[in-house]
């Protein structure tokens, strides 16, 4: 019996600050996906992070992204593995 093709996983989506968003992380909103273009920085005395983004759908369409340094942000990662070293 032949086994089927193992079928794409999408990436596992993971809980970070934005201070430790990397170069390639995906986030979505309601309007569409982003990924990471830029290393994230601090303004206000550490207290709120931005991150340079494209979309995905629209390439060259950028935003800078802002949180609360404090706040967690779902994003989709290639590998975990990677993140744990």
Same mark, same amino acid.
């Given at each position: 019996? &032949?086994?089927?093709?193992?079928?794409?996983?999408?990436?596992?989506?993971?809980?970070? +600050?934005?201070?430790? +968003?990397? +170069?390639?992380?995906? +986030? &979505?909103?309601?309007?569409?996906?982003?990924? !990471? %273009?830029?290393?994230?920085? &601090?303004?206000? /005395? /550490?207290?709120?992070?931005? !991150?340079? !983004?494209?979309?995905?759908?629209?390439? /060259?369409?950028?935003? %800078?992204?802002?949180?609360?340094?404090?706040?967690?942000?779902?994003?989709?990662?290639?590998?975990?593995?990677?993140?744990?070293?």
């Amino acid at each position: 019996m &032949a086994k089927s093709p193992p079928e794409k996983k999408a990436p596992p989506e993971v809980r970070v +600050l934005p201070m430790d +968003l990397k +170069l390639g992380d995906r +986030l &979505a909103d309601e309007r569409s996906e982003w990924q !990471v %273009i830029g290393r994230p920085y &601090a303004t206000a /005395g /550490g207290k709120t992070a931005h !991150v340079r !983004v494209e979309s995905v759908s629209q390439p /060259g369409v950028t935003e %800078i992204r802002s949180w609360g340094a404090h706040e967690r942000v779902s994003v989709h990662r290639a590998t975990t593995e990677a993140g744990k070293r």
